[in-house]
């Protein structure tokens, strides 16, 4: 997943190093594994600060046009190999830095995955551009033409920001103006200060410096591709993504679950609760087409505004499993005797939904239901999210009815592929067992 962010500007007195830090914080849901930022000073010196862990707002007051900052969410390289965030290979957080043929400094920052690719893929792009005998502009659509999926990208070389989003689009990418700045994020959300804020469009390269900024190349072959799980779970519900805000999205996606609502007559007999945060907006409106009691009877415990807490993004399976146990707090008297229907955005693993039904049926449910406002997860993920075996899938390889006995729940309901006409139809669905483009994995290292 990942997230990256840039400000490119001519005014010397705008401090961009403080607000790249102060903007990627506003990206901290997309990863908590580290952070970094680099850019070139104006002594023509190149830096790389980077730490693991969550943003830390810093000052620095170095003085630079152009600044690329990332967030870190492990989805290649040797934190995913084995399944820890190794203390010693700090060279795997973001942005990257080397000297390309000419002599040129290069700092790349990158979000996605390109399948094909088994050691870190970061690198393996840098590595591209450093050893190409073209010029900048060249290599970067030559790359472009040679690797459909998946990156977006924020280059620095020679005092100039080049950008790139892959021609599927699958992973998110927004432009906006500042004053006299142009800044660059992964979603919206970061850009809550611009004017003329626009989605950078797939196969597009785009060139920003001290002229202005211009698309250098669009690819022929461009679609809406972008990930599913972007608009389901990763982005932010304050984001926009083609003018739509994430919010409204995610509420079309709770009244399309209540329009196929089939087991649940009473309207007096249940409530209905929202799993904080990423499945309240489903579930309220859920709730308010079905004309059911909405009651926030499960709370996160000392909630992160910007996400940080979120359990899908550690590495591992132990501790996501710690985590939790401890994330939510229950309000007994509201679930004692009561018929509850719990709405989450999706069960990937079943490691939170677990603990919370269990949890509930500690309090006194007297029935649990199971609202899932998206298609079951049924295979791996190859560009860009962490799903890399299908085993660890509850929902691999059984249906829901077997799910539901598992979960030891009263009912459990899903939407299919087909209920997803919110989200653009070429969106990259994989992991609801929708394949992939073949042209994506044929891509191969020479």
Not at 439 to 444: C, G, P, R, Y
């Amino acid at each position: 997943m990942c997230g990256i962010f840039a400000i490119y500007s001519n005014n010397s007195s705008y401090k961009i190093i403080n607000n790249v830090i102060q903007q990627l914080s506003l990206l901290q849901h997309r990863g908590n594994d580290g952070y970094g930022i680099g850019y070139i000073n104006l002594n023509n010196n190149p830096t790389l600060i980077k730490n693991y862990g969550l943003v830390n707002n810093n000052d620095n007051n170095e003085t630079t046009n152009c600044c690329i900052g990332h967030i870190k969410y492990s989805t290649s390289g040797h934190s995913i190999q084995t399944s820890t965030l190794d203390k010693n290979i700090l060279d795997e957080l973001q942005p990257l830095s080397k000297k390309n043929i000419n002599g040129d400094t290069i700092i790349i920052v990158h979000n996605g995955n390109i399948p094909s690719i088994k050691k870190f893929d970061t690198q393996f792009l840098l590595d591209m551009i450093i050893n190409s005998k073209l010029n900048i502009e060249d290599t970067l659509i030559n790359i472009m033409n040679k690797i459909p999926a998946a990156y977006c990208l924020l280059i620095i070389i020679n005092g100039t920001l080049y950008v790139m989003r892959d021609r599927y689009g699958i992973r998110p990418l927004s432009i906006g103006e500042y004053e006299d700045s142009i800044h660059i994020s992964s979603e919206t959300i970061a850009l809550n200060n611009c004017k003329n804020i626009k989605e950078i469009e797939s196969g597009t390269i785009m060139r920003i410096d001290k002229t202005g900024t211009k698309i250098i190349y669009k690819h022929p072959d461009s679609m809406v591709g972008i990930c599913a799980f972007e608009l389901i779970y990763f982005m932010n519900p304050n984001s926009y993504i083609n003018n739509i805000s994430i919010e409204s999205i995610r509420s079309e996606l709770g009244i399309t679950l209540a329009k196929k609502e089939q087991i649940i007559k009473s309207h007096s007999d249940y409530i209905v609760i929202g799993i904080p945060n990423s499945g309240l907006i489903s579930a309220k409106a859920y709730a308010n087409y079905l004309a059911l009691e909405y009651n926030q009877s499960i709370k996160k415990v000392n909630r992160c505004n910007n996400g940080e807490d979120r359990t899908f993004t550690l590495i591992n399976n132990s501790e996501r499993e710690k985590a939790c146990k401890k994330k939510f707090m229950y309000n007994i008297d509201n679930i004692n005797g009561k018929k509850i229907i719990i709405i989450d955005d999706t069960i990937v693993r079943g490691n939170i939904i677990k603990t919370i039904i269990d949890n509930c049926k500690s309090c006194g449910a007297e029935e649990i239901h199971i609202r899932i406002p998206a298609p079951p997860i049924i295979d791996k993920c190859q560009l860009g999210i962490a799903i890399h075996n299908k085993s660890e899938l509850i929902m691999n390889n059984k249906s829901i009815d077997e799910v539901k006995n598992i979960l030891d729940v009263n009912s459990l309901s899903y939407l299919s592929v087909d209920d997803l006409t919110m989200i653009p139809k070429d969106s990259y669905k994989e992991f609801f067992g929708c394949g992939i483009p073949a042209e994506i994995t044929n891509f191969q290292e020479e």
